[in-house]
């Protein structure tokens, strides 16, 4: 089959969840990536790089062609990780996609409209880049995609320089791993690209050059919710600088509940970002005295989100397992972004009604990633020449990416499924590569003097 016919086939066998469900699928945070685009000069509370890529796609109206550029996203992407590793037929790309769609994770991410879509992107226009053998054009897309991806989300920076940093290394002392040091050094530059892309559309927006509004609020979140703030202050209050100090009895012990409860200090006035100065200046106070609790904590935090890798219990789109706050407040938000037809069809779609979580496809998808882990290593360990091959080297990145995502997520945030399943799927890609490249090496080659085949 050609290739240029198998990728978007392929793209549509990713976007079978969003058929299924009526509507592509979203998370309550997707109408903040909405607004970036359709409200100038508003304060998002995340980055606006995700935003202002989806905007020309969805223009107010649909959110179908944004899925649909991120399933074409991902398809390309692993057809140019399958051709480097000399898998590159317009068959393959559809049998190894149509496998990841069936058991995986891929398809519930490429059909979210959310930043954490282009996560495995991102690990994968890495390796591409890394492994190289790319065309002219090929590269600069590729370059593009790793820099506009690298931007969407803050854990995608550490996660990226992991990926430059394991690989980079190991190229140092193994040899034979396919790891170009060009494309290294261009994976660099794209990571110091996606900052600058933020910091530029926040000031062009805003005036104002910032990566995301309200970041120490969110670190705040995750002293809170350890009790390091509280003991923080319980040993340094009063102090008239310090409003939270009034406060103490009221911090929770849950980072989210300080985050996104509506009687939460934090939403004192209606304004999320009313502690922002407070906490940017006590945060790094209450790290540094007690360093220790915040890191033992983080990393506790960072080997259960490695393993917490489950689809569709972060698909819901109940508030608090409200159904009346869900009509009273999510729709309407979906309604006022791309109008009253876009929150009819949520009403309506199978994730509104909770259905997502308890599909078959959803309910393996973790448990087939988990498991592909122990057999990619165990293969790698017995199989020499693909130690040897460019499946290797997207081996390593994706064990990088996986570790220093949990880390970034440890250490600032809170476990929840979608951070590790959303690039965890990458693994069940690499076994797949592993098995087709044996099967490759297993057909007969036509010896010389034969006749062609039909």
């Known amino acids: 089959m050609p290739v240029p016919l198998a990728i978007p086939l392929a793209a549509l066998l990713l976007l079978w969840p969003a058929v299924w469900n009526g509507w592509p699928l979203v998370f309550s945070d997707t109408a903040d990536y909405l607004w970036i685009w359709t409200t100038p000069g508003l304060r998002g509370i995340r980055p606006p790089a995700y935003g202002w890529l989806i905007g ?28 480097r590793a000399g898998l590159g037929s317009g068959w393959v790309l559809l049998i190894v996609t149509a496998a990841l769609a069936a058991t995986t994770g891929a398809p519930w991410f490429a059909s979210w409209v959310m ?69 290294l050094a ?30 120490s609020v969110f670190m705040g979140a995750r002293l ?70 915040f890191l033992r904590n983080g990393l506790t935090r960072a080997l259960d989100q490695l393993v917490t890798t489950r689809v569709g219990t972060d698909l819901s789109v109940r508030v608090n397992e409200d159904r009346q706050l869900l009509v009273r407040v999510v729709i309407p938000r979906f309604a006022d972004a791309l109008g009253p037809a876009a929150g009819a069809a949520l009403d309506a779609a199978r994730q509104t009604n909770e259905e997502i979580a308890g599909a078959l496809p959803a309910r393996i998808a973790g448990p087939v990633s988990l498991l592909s882990v122990p057999f990619v290593a165990l293969w790698l360990a017995l199989d020499r020449d693909a130690r040897r091959s460019p ?13 220093a995502n949990a880390l970034a997520v440890g250490l600032g945030g809170a476990v929840h499924d979608r951070y590790a399943a959303r690039l965890m799927w990458l693994f069940p890609l690499v076994l797949a590569m592993l098995a087709a490249g044996r099967v490759s090496r297993r057909a007969p080659r036509p010896r010389a003097g034969d006749p062609p085949r039909p």
């Not at 506009?148 to 034979?176: F, K, Q, S, Y």
Request: some cysteine; glycine content about 6%.
């Open 115 to 183: 930043a954490d879509a282009l996560t495995a992107p991102m690990v994968l226009a890495a390796a591409a880049l890394i492994l190289g053998r790319l065309g002219r054009i090929e590269t600069a897309g590729v370059w593009l995609v790793l820099a506009a991806t690298a931007a969407v989300h803050l854990t995608h920076l550490p996660t990226l320089a992991a990926i430059l940093a394991l690989p980079g290394a190991a190229r140092l002392v193994w040899r034979d791993l396919p790891a170009t040091w060009r494309g």
């Open 224 to 293: 809170v919710g350890d009790g390091l703030m509280q003991t923080y202050l319980e040993a340094n209050c009063p102090n008239p600088a310090w409003t939270l100090c009034g406060d103490i009895a009221l911090l929770p012990r849950d980072s989210d509940d300080f985050l996104w409860n509506p009687t939460s200090v934090v939403w004192r006035n209606r304004d999320f970002f009313r502690l922002e100065g407070e906490l940017a200046a006590l945060n790094p106070r209450v790290i540094t005295a007690h360093w220790q609790d």
């Open 391 to 403: 499946v290797a080297m997207l081996a390593l990145a994706v064990a990088a990416a996986s570790l």
């Open 186 to 215: 261009l994976a660099a530059l794209a990571l110091i690209a996606a900052p600058a892309i933020n910091l530029t559309a926040n000031w062009l927006s805003t005036a104002t050059a910032t990566l995301a509004f309200g970041s």
């Open 56 to 83: 020309p796609l969805h223009l107010g109206r649909s959110l179908w062609p944004v899925i649909a550029a991120q399933a074409l996203l991902t398809t390309w992407l692993t057809w140019l990780v399958l051709r």
